[in-house]
């Protein structure tokens, strides 16, 4: 790949000496599995100079596919959470690529995820279009204006037509698409990549394997030079579907990407290293720094004086022989230096900051700073939930990370009971990670499990069995689902979990919820009692 890049890749090491904020580019890759995420993740390290040897990410990609290797790789835990976030080097940006668990089951997390980036990738298969979990993220990513560039991959095999995946991007997500990159033929007749901006061709000297390896400079798409370079019936058909490209579709326009209007369109392929550069430089260019993030006492820019940050994502046992958790830190404002104090919002302790941790690509290690975008890891033994905010000065809150109502309820069922201590402990660790929602009825002692897919299921009884050495089982619960309940008459509320005590619950910070047996029941429950909210989300803290 080295060939493409003007860039000269800069040790991960180096990031200490760089500058502020401007330069981050904090990002997810989003796609549905198996378009090739793990695969283009692993190309953007090597880019990025964080990793030398292909197949470090690989690994995971390809244990993820069967349901028994993903209990395999949940319980090595070193691998996944190496890569929850990746943070590379380039021409002096700081790339912090966080990882996004690819599974439909774990949209919780992923959506907490997407809360602490500036942008998004979104992979596409060629063949396939959009697919369910695309358009599911998508979905996220535009209630939270995230702007996001496409990758259109595997156009080295046989897909559809560029131009029926550009207008299906315009028609079901409703968005103008600007090609950037075009391939130059596809499948059998695929030759290489056109970059329309930089009118450069991309190509393999090696037709053999077929990976990416030369640049060639043109003077346009008719260069004579590129006419030459081509089967004839390849370059005419270049030549038409080029003008038409440019022709036919939006201009990029920076403002209009990042206000998510327009999204610009690369096609490349992940596995043969074509067009990998273009997208590290389009999202070093274009892609935007660390944004505003929303609090309670308003929106906090990048630019504020005084550190602030929030967790995101926490994960436990990390390392199986110490019940360690990690709790990952996106920074909002300010410039963080190892050992600072910093307010823990929640519970208004101050909170010495001596060890975080920076995540390169197979790698951590100690940083002594962070910015605006940055994102580390703090070591804690509980202190730090999901949802905490960190500040400098004042307090404050940062809003924005929802839990959601579960869509599979299932009873615990202990195996040994003497283990309770065990399961009690597993659950809230559990919880904390947003694996499962745990549920403790009014009556009776059995916890209730919320889970938004059911494979969490199969992984929360795998883990508990492993990490904490105790067998637990699943019985069905009459309920559909779970309902937080609200209202800002109390003696109201009092009153309909009274009548409701059956179906009544708390969640782990002990607010009530209600349990509906069906959407007929809820919408039943609602209808009887206007004062009380019935809520779908709140808020972590
Ligand atoms: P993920 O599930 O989205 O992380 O997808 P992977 O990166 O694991 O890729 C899924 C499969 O597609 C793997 O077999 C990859 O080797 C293959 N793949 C990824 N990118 C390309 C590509 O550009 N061309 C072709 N032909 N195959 C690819």
Known sequence: MSAATDMTPTPASGKAAANGFATRRT???????????????????????AI???????????????????MEIEQSRGISVTSSVMT?????????????????DFSEDTYRTLTAVDSAIMVVDAAKGIEAQTRKLFEICRLRDIPIITFVNKVDREGRSPFEVLDELEEALALSVSPQVWPVGMGTDFQGCYDFASNEFLYSKT??????????????IDDPELTKMLPAHVAERFHEEAELARDGYA?????????????????????????????????????????????????????????????????????????????????????FKRGMKLNHVRSGKP?????????????????????????????????????????????????????????????????????MKQLRRALEDLAEEGLVQVFKPMIGSNWIVGVVGPLQLDVLASRIRGEYKTEIGFEPV?????????????????DFMKDNVMQVAQDRDERPVYLPKSDWELRYARERNPDIRFEETRELV
């Open 207 to 220: 037709r053999a394997n077929g990976t990416f390896d030369s640049v060639k400079p043109m003077s346009g």
């Open 478 to 494: 009459p309920y559909s689902t779970a309902r937080w309940i609200t209202s800002d008459d109390e003696k109201k509320l009092r």
């Open 251 to 335: 201009e990029f326009d920076t403002d209009a990407y990042r206000q998510g209007h327009l999204t610009p369109v690369i096609f490349g392929s992940a596995l043969r290293d074509f067009s990998v550069d273009q997208l590290l430089k389009l999202v070093a260019r274009y892609a935007p720094p660390p944004r505003p993030q929303p609090s309670d006492k308003g929106a906090v820019s990048p630019e504020t004086k005084d550190v602030s940050a929030f967790v995101f994502k926490v994960q436990a046992n990390m390392d199986p022989n110490h019940r360690d958790r990690v709790a990952f830190v996106r920074f909002c404002s300010g410039h």
């Open 27 to 49: 990002f997810a890759i989003i796609s549905h599995p198996d378009a090739g995420k793990t695969t283009l993740t692993e190309k953007l390290l090597l880019a990025g100079g």
């Open 52 to 70: 030398n040897m292909a197949g470090a990410v690989k690994a995971r990609g390809e244990n993820r596919r069967a349901r028994s290797d993903w």
């Open 351 to 419: 909170l010495a900051i001596n060890n975080p941790i920076y995540f390169f690509a197979q790698e951590r290690a100690l940083t002594e700073e962070a910015f605006a975008g940055d994102v580390i890891g703090i070591p804690n033994h509980g202190t730090l939930r999901v949802g905490d905010t960190l500040t400098e000065a004042e307090p404050f809150r940062f809003t924005g990370l929802p839990s959601f109502a579960p869509e599979v309820m299932r009873r615990v069922r202990l195996e040994d009971t003497m283990r």
């Open 88 to 104: 590379f080097e380039r021409e002096g940006i700081t790339f912090n690529l966080l990882d996004t668990p690819g599974h439909s």
